[in-house]
Every structure is written in C-alpha cells, then in structure tokens.
C-alpha cells in the first residue's frame, strides 16, 4: 500500500524567508505524488503532482517540489514565503484499490507567515 | 473549470437524526469520494464511488453509508448521528482514466452534532 508522511504539523517562517515543507512516501511501485493547499473554510485546490516527466515539478504561486527516490521525499519549496501562503498543505500519493485510484493524504502541514 | 459543489457549507443536527450531505460535480467524472477532515488528522477515506451505484468502503466507514443513483450526484449518509461525528466533510471527485489524476474537491461542509 502507498502511503506519505508529512514532518512537522506546523512550520513558522518569515515573509521573504524560504519556505520547505516535508514530506516522505512509501511505495511499492513508482509513485505518483502531489501537493494541495487549503486555504481557510476551504476546500483543496491542487499545487502540484509528479508524474515521472521530471524530477523537479513547479506549480502554481511559485512553488516547486522535488522527487528524490534515493531518500524517498518529495519535499515543497518556495524560494520566498508571502502572508497569502499561509494556509494547510497536504502530500498526497495515488494509491490503486480494486483498478480505481484512491489519493491517500498526509495529516497535513500548518504554514504560518509572520510579517 | 471544474466544479464540485457541496450542498451545505455548514449543519447543525441532533444526536440521533438522520443526515444527508450532498455533492454534484459537473465533469462527468467516474470516480467520487467523501473524506473526513480533523486536525492532526488530516483527510481520511470514508466511502469512495467509481460508478453509479458502485460504492467501495474507505479507511473509516463505521456509521456512515453513500449513495449515487446518478453519475455527477454523490451522498453521504450518517444513519444515527453522534457527537463524534461532529468534523468538516469534504466530497471530491476524479477521472478514472489513471494514476496521474488529480481530485477536485468541494468548500467542505461543517458538520456540528449537538
């Protein structure tokens, strides 16, 4: 069964600093990753996903993440942080149930930008 | 654009009442899902559906029951409400067409049981 492990509930940084949220997968077969963003008394919207085109995948609002196989991780990265990315990020991978492709999530990452 | 429309973003219902929540996406997509959030929880399965009238059993069915009599219409079902069922729903829905393929989700809906 796949899975993903997101480090940290909760990551703090400054506006301008360097945003890197972690996350980790287990699986048995080549993985297909992705990141969602949920802001506020909202559902998830998709940031990214690899797909196995490429080993760095950029998505929306400037954020990037990169598929390292070697360690397992397909971290999310933005050079720097804006208040408007505060929000809850989750790692998703697909996994297979029965020929049908269930996305199965982390437990979620906190952002919180101070000013 | 997609969209996944949830009927109520938010409910307040009693111990023991019957509730519905409501989903419809307008993309003809194959497969549906309804997730349970809760912090430090994250988003875990509770029924998902790759057809109508096809439904498979997620991570935490216990209480719950679905129905999709019709390919875009997705409800979740709790029988007997309780207070700790008392969490913020989100239905999704995605193509069938493979493992690259992402979800769409709805607002959420806000479930309080008194």
């Known amino acids: 069964a796949q899975s993903v492990t997101q480090l940290g509930s909760h990551v703090s940084v400054s506006e301008g600093a360097l945003v890197l949220l972690r996350c980790n997968y287990s699986s048995s077969v080549p993985p297909y990753l992705f990141w969602y963003v949920q802001y506020p008394n909202q559902g998830l919207q998709l940031l990214l996903k690899?797909?196995?085109?490429?080993?760095l995948v950029k998505g929306i609002n400037g954020f990037e993440a990169e598929f390292k196989k070697s360690e397992t991780s397909f971290h999310l990265t933005k050079p720097s942080a804006h208040m408007s990315d505060a929000a809850e990020y989750f790692c998703a991978v697909s996994g297979s149930s029965g020929g049908s492709y269930i996305p199965t999530f982390g437990r979620g990452t906190s952002l919180i930008v101070h000013p | 654009d997609v969209k996944v429309t949830q009927s109520s973003r938010y409910l307040v219902k009693r111990t023991g009442e019957k509730v519905f929540l409501e989903c419809v996406q307008d993309?003809?997509?194959?497969?549906m899902f309804w997730y349970r959030q809760d912090p430090g929880l994250g988003l875990r399965l509770i029924y998902f559906s790759y057809d109508v009238k096809m439904k498979e059993k997620g991570d935490i069915p216990e209480g719950y029951s679905v129905s999709r009599e019709k390919k875009e219409r997705f409800s979740l079902i709790l029988e007997s409400a309780s207070t700790n069922q008392t969490s913020m729903y989100l239905c999704?829905?995605?193509?069938?067409?493979?493992?690259?393929?992402?979800?769409?989700f709805g607002q959420g809906t806000r479930l309080t049981v008194v």
């Open positions: 999704a829905s995605s193509l069938w067409a493979g493992r690259n393929t992402e979800a769409f």
């Open positions: 690899y797909t196995s085109a490429a080993t």
């Open positions: 993309m003809d997509h194959e497969n």
